[in-house]
DNA sequence: GATGAATGAGCCTTCATTCAT
DNA sequence: CATGAATGAAGGCTCATTCAT
């Protein structure tokens, strides 16, 4: 169908409710190819796949994004930025201590896989199907994402308030274990999100082996 | 390229060593496969381009394998069954102390990430493009796996060995780590697979929270 | 890019000069159109290539023009009517003489190609992407001015002017011979028009073998 | 060759008659992209339509030749060597003369023009739409059978056989003549070859203005 | 055991065109 | 006058698969 899965794009909102309210295009064809590529995989999705979910033709789609390609670099680049972006804003509110950092990124973490799992399935694993150029790009990102959670980590150690001996493998499993949320949380389920958050909080802070905070 | 890039296969073990492997024709083509699905993905991959690497005719790969599909369940029911009885040879060895079994799975799974790291990422991504028969019962040696490490964490905590209060959110965290590992681990790199094996045994041990062994 | 590369249009005429001819729609269509039918052919250009380059939308194009095809048949019948109104009015000042009516003739025609080239060229090579009601009445114009070689080399001969035994065969080469100068003539280069116009002119008279005139 | 169109190819004569016997693929293909790109251009045809004409697959049809491109190319390039290697033999038959080498040009032409119009057609008008690289490489030939006529004119004039004030122009002429043969001549009309090439000879010769042979 | 030829369905993309505004 | 959004048909090409040899 047409409906927006997740979060609601400031653009469409109109009419609703229905076939797409002529003029919601792009948007439509956005969320269409944000389920499709999740469930089945970018070249496991045709392009009519997703313009009939999008309750379009196969030509409005390319009025409005230039080729299949684009469609998942934006897609990616948009989800990705997201997340940096909610990981900054978390950090911003978090002060200097790198406990309180710490739980910030997960929170952020936490929450965006929660919130956002198609996008997250998508960022995981359609990653490589993105030609060079836009692989670059983004790559960018999810390096300034990685080093958020290592300056962390190494300034938690540099105080000695993080003790683990492998910092990188120590920030390799919890990133990991946030991840794997999107694969299996359930929203319908009885852990609501901030349970959720507080879970891996102890988590990552058990493998950081943060002591006295 | 038909030459096996990772560990040698039972089936084959010919000739071998240097051109086509002679008359190994199934081997050199689940081998070519298996590298080529894991680089592409299953639907960004042909079975053009399998024959081509195995060095082989498009009818000869017929000849050996009936579908492109068969072929993916082949190598994931392999990759799996594999380290399912690998985890349960390891198991065996350790006896009943659940810090002890414990450590023979993290042994496992890391040792089958670093030395399968192909199989392994096949396995992570290319389950969902199986047919619902063949998925079922991949399922079911997947679950057993999953009750592996599930019982043994609810046995330490019976025990009072492991004190961690989400049995399952430690399962999944200390599964996604070692999962993680044939996405980054580099052969040629520094740390080689004992110390590996100690780091995120580590972990492991951190995240179940076990005190006292 | 939308200014006319040739010869200017009665009907634009316009402000004219710099940017996109304000407001003269109809003529940038057509030179656009007659730029790049002549550089990639009818079924070479798209609709969409032609008001780029004439800086308009392209719902524009469809105000003014009422098909590609349309565009097509005008641009030919005006080039070809162009000629032949051409080769009429230097008819009409030669006066009775076949020499210095076959002289007209090729003045016409190779002062066409030179100045006209792009039509030429379409004309040449576009005539069969034609529907066939445009194509006849094309025809009929292109089946006059044939008449007019026709006619001027029987007279000769009948006059004893021409010695040509065969007078198709030497229209047919004269005519070639003018037609071939739009593919390859440079105005930059070294020979001006009139220049050519007396080349043509000699060639012209020995192929139907002009004696004492 | 499967399909008779033009020259009889050695190659096929086998079963004939219906549908292309199982096996004569390439040469299907070839001659019926032949007769469609000359019917209706390059850009005109589809390779659906080709593949029908041959009454094969479309796939069929990329069995053999890689794209569409690569199947005009072949084309051009075949019927252009045909061409100059068809010129090249006449000439080391003509001996030194000018007379007799110009002579055995038009023969050349004028039969070539004749017997392979379909090519003739394909050659004038479709090579606009080779990509560069196809381009280049058809160029060096066509400047090559350029270069016999050039020559040839040349030394007559520097013998005192030819007269032409303009050797360059008469060349144009009377290739363009011999070109144009293939528009127009109709094999089942009352003009057989070896008229035609009379005739075409004498044109030549007074275009060249041979005077004296 | 292995091959080359052939196929039908489907892929991504572009086309000329229309229509509400 | 002019536009942006939308469409159905068709384009070139690739796919997994089959079959006669």
């Keep these: 169908m047409s409906a927006p899965t ?26 269409a190819a944000r389920e499709i590529f999740a469930e089945r995989g970018y070249h496991g999705t045709s392009i009519r796949d997703i313009a009939a979910r999008a309750g379009l033709s196969l030509s409005a789609l390319y009025h409005w994004h230039s080729s299949k390609q684009d469609l998942l670099a934006a897609l990616l680049w948009e989800g990705t930025n997201d997340y940096f972006e909610a990981c900054e804003r978390e950090l911003a509110a978090a002060g200097d201590d790198p406990t309180q950092r710490l739980r910030a990124m997960v929170r952020s973490s936490v929450a ?75 929203p319908a389920g009885e852990v609501d999100l901030e349970e959720l958050i ?11 082996d943060a002591r006295g905070s």
């Design 6 to 31: 997740q979060q609601p794009t400031p653009t469409d909102g109109g009419p609703a409710a229905g076939g797409p309210p002529r003029g919601a295009g792009r948007a439509a064809i956005t969320n």
């Design 112 to 186: 965006y896989r929660v919130r956002r799992r198609v996008e997250s399935k998508i960022i995981a694993q359609e990653w490589r199907n993105l030609e060079p150029e836009h692989q670059e790009r983004l790559n960018e990102l999810a390096d300034a994402a990685t080093r958020l959670w290592t300056d962390i980590i190494a300034d938690g150690i540099r105080r000695g308030v993080f003790h683990c001996a492998h910092p990188e493998d120590a920030r390799r499993t919890v990133v990991a274990a946030c991840n794997a949320i999107a694969q299996w949380y359930d």
């Design 198 to 208: 507080a879970r891996y909080t102890d988590i990552a802070l058990r493998v950081v």
